[in-house]
């Protein structure tokens, strides 16, 4: 097969390419559950937890895919039809770099995490990226600013073969980084957040340049081809695989804890839980008993002698107060967000268990535990003395570290819906960029 009929294939495969490979549940403009149990996406005024360190970097990738997915075409830039002229470039550039702040916020604040975590990241294939993809928009973003003063006006600076040069530097930048991602198989969700940026970046120096369609559409396929590949379930390593694989591991956790007692709440509530980790009842109590008290004389040879005798009491049994305890744990929803976000925010929940507490209830058919215990002080002691106490605690630190899995799987799960949404999102704004309409 020639290579012009090889690119009329391609281009005539780039319809077909927008139908999304991966079902999932659209980021949401209210309050709402995505797919996975746990991996709850909200925009609101969430909280900010200091206490998860994986998930406040993957909340400013959250922001990122958000930032991708909400791009409309009545903006006038990405997701709008081309048009030959400055305005629409620099409409496209305003988008294009504002997403490219995003991802130089999530590596600055990956950078601050320890190594380990780091590594799982890639955090140097994310230096590389943002070096080459990142810089690309910046260079492009400049040369489309310097546009504005350029004499003769857009046509002038798209005919300037300097300005022209330039362009195709970048462009073949671009095509490097593009060619690397595909020959390595990166496909996971924090390397497909830079695609959507390098395709509209690419497309907009191309139409600048003043090729045909056939030759845009051509190109966008690369881009549409390796999309695919991060939305394959059965691509190893991809946001696809990585989601699926993490809901089944989110969904034996969540029957881990139920079968601990924590039933993992639905997405929106926002209420804090209150886990009930067992009750006991404290009464105060002596049994009977008789004790034996020997007399002898003063005069007597000997204690114990034969004119010495012995004495019995007895002691009734003594019933005191009664009291009960409730052993709990309150779980709280957090929301990590972006904290560069003052706007709407997108954000990522996460559980965080708290301490122990002893409360006391009315007193009922908990198991009783009957000790000397005469002041409230002795029988909360005895309560916190008691086996029932020691199960909370088992309970307690088995599910704090469940719930330490649920967050991390949560939190990676939520960052992979958003990137095959912003993905999802990027194929309708191919079509927007042609002027196809869905």
């Not at 504002?98 to 991802?103: A, M, N, P, T």
């Given at each position: 097969m020639?290579?012009?009929?090889?690119?009329?294939a391609r281009r005539g495969f780039l319809a077909l390419s927008l139908t999304p490979v991966v079902n999932f549940v659209p980021w949401a403009t209210a309050v709402r559950a995505l797919a996975v149990p746990g991996a709850v996406?909200?925009?609101?005024?969430?909280?900010?937890?200091?206490?998860?360190?994986?998930?406040?970097?993957l909340a400013v990738a959250a922001t990122v895919c958000g930032k991708i997915a909400a791009s409309k075409r009545g903006d006038g830039g990405i997701g709008a039809s081309l048009k030959a002229t400055l305005e629409y470039q620099r409409v496209m550039v305003q988008?294009?770099?504002?997403?490219?702040?995003?991802?130089?916020?999530?590596?600055?604040r990956l950078n601050a995490l320890p190594g380990?975590?780091?590594?799982?990241?890639?955090?140097?294939?994310l230096i590389d990226l943002q070096t080459k993809i990142g810089g690309s928009i910046l260079r492009y973003s400049d040369e489309v600013n310097a546009?504005?003063?350029?004499?003769?006006?857009?046509?002038?600076?798209?005919?300037?073969?300097?300005?022209?040069?330039?362009?195709?530097d970048i462009s073949n930048s671009l095509d490097e980084a593009i060619a690397d991602i595909s020959q390595r198989r990166w496909t996971d969700a924090m390397t497909s957040l830079y695609l959507p940026a390098a395709l509209f970046t690419s497309l907009g120096i191309r139409a600048a340049l003043g090729l045909s369609t056939g030759r845009l559409k051509f190109e966008a396929q690369k881009y549409l081809d390796l999309m695919a590949r991060v939305e394959d379930v059965t691509e190893h390593g991809s946001a696809a695989a990585d989601l699926h694989s993490r809901r089944a591991?989110?969904?034996?956790?969540?029957?881990?804890?139920?079968?601990?007692?924590f039933v993992v709440p639905a997405g929106g509530v926002q209420t804090v839980i209150e886990f009930a980790l067992g009750q006991v009842a404290v009464q105060d109590y002596s049994p009977p008993y008789t004790d034996i008290e020997g007399i002898c004389p003063e005069n007597a040879p000997a204690k114990g002698g034969t004119r010495c005798r012995t004495i019995r009491h007895a002691h009734p049994e003594r019933v005191g107060a009664k009291e009960a305890y409730r052993f709990s744990m309150k779980v709280s929803p957090l929301w990590v967000r972006d904290p560069e976000e003052t706007a709407t925010q997108y954000a990522i929940r996460q559980f965080l268990p708290g301490d122990i507490e002893v409360f006391g209830v009315p007193v009922a058919s908990q198991p009783v535990s009957r000790v000397d215990a005469r002041s409230p002080a002795a029988r909360l002691n005895a309560a916190n003395a008691s086996a029932i106490r020691s199960n909370a605690e088992r309970t307690a630190t088995m599910v704090r570290a469940l719930l330490v899995r649920?967050?991390?799987?949560?939190?990676?799960?939520?960052?992979?819906i958003g990137s095959l949404a912003a993905l999802s999102n990027a194929r309708r704004d191919v079509f927007g960029f042609f002027g196809i309409d869905q």
């Open positions: 020639d290579l012009a009929i090889q690119n009329r996406v909200t925009v609101m005024a969430p909280s900010t937890a200091q206490a998860f360190p994986v998930a406040a970097v988008q294009l770099s504002s997403i490219q702040k995003g991802l130089a916020d999530v590596l600055e380990e975590i780091r590594q799982i990241f890639h955090d140097q294939r546009a504005t003063d350029f004499p003769g006006g857009f046509q002038a600076w798209t005919s300037d073969v300097f300005v022209r040069q330039k362009l195709m591991v989110i969904q034996k956790l969540t029957a881990d804890l139920a079968a601990e007692g649920h967050n991390e799987e949560a939190a990676y799960s939520a960052l992979n």
